[in-house]
């Protein structure tokens, strides 16, 4: 849930089960956070597909952050580095 810069649309007020018939203007909305992990050749592209299709949409606004991950272990199989994102 966020507030963020953006303009909150007015929406149907509801009162416990009941729509009370006022529309009100929301002060926190939904919001989604996406997180992966994808192997260095593979950021510029899904960057760049992200870009190019989220900035579409009526509402389409964010922060995409990349950040190094120095290396992955997974446990059960004993694998580590980019091995770990290819399974």
């Given amino acids: 849930m966020g507030s963020g ?4 649309d007015a929406i149907p007020e509801q009162v ?3 729509m009370s018939g006022r529309m009100i203007i929301p002060e926190f ?7 992966t992990m994808v192997t260095d050749s593979a950021v510029k592209a899904i960057v760049d597909d992200l870009m190019n299709n989220l900035t579409s949409g009526k509402h389409a606004h964010g922060y995409i952050f990349v950040k190094d ?4 272990f997974d446990i059960g199989s004993k694998l580590h580095g980019e ?3 290819k399974q």
Wanted: charge should be positive; glycine fraction near 0%; aromatic fraction near 4%.
């Fill in 5 to 8: 810069r953006t303009k909150h």
């Fill in 16 to 18: 416990r089960a009941y």
């Fill in 29 to 35: 909305v939904k919001r989604s956070k996406v997180e």
């Fill in 69 to 72: 991950v120095s290396d992955a």
């Fill in 83 to 85: 091995e770990v994102l």
